[in-house]
């Protein structure tokens, strides 16, 4: 079972998904992202991250593995070439570019003109991030 974004998601697709969990356990289970939620014109919508929630709610399965944002593997090829002090990612999302970028071992810059509020950020449990902008174009 392989959860990825898709923009014509059925509750029969879910149903499935469900169903091969169910009959086994041990089946291949994998997500591409955990995002919780996913930016639209009409406000955030469902993201792989809560398709991943609803599937641990319904059989208690967890994915083997998530391979983009938090897993630092999306990163090994730049770490390969450079040190971590000389990489930061930049995003706005604390559970997973953050976490990506505490996994990987390298600074963060959060930008709070997606997801992460001034609010959120200051009940945020971990590590403060290195820098924090109002807006990507702050860099510039």
Known sequence: VALTYDSELTYEKLRRAAVLLNADPELDY???????????????IPDIGG?????????GVEPRHVFGKPSPS???????RFAPSQIVMVGDRL????AMADNAG???????????????????????????????GELL
Request: some cysteine; glycine content about 6%; overall charge negative.
């Open 30 to 44: 994998v997500a591409t992202h955990g995002d919780k939620c996913c930016p639209s014109e009409e406000g955030p």
């Open 51 to 59: 398709i991943i929630a609803l599937m641990r709610a319904t059989n």
């Open 74 to 80: 999306l990163l090994a090829p730049v770490l390969r």
């Open 95 to 98: 559970y997973t570019d953050k």
């Open 106 to 136: 390298i600074d963060f810059i959060c930008v709070l003109s997606g997801e992460t509020t001034r609010e959120s950020l200051a009940a945020y449990k971990g590590t403060p991030p290195a820098v924090v902008l109002e807006t990507l």
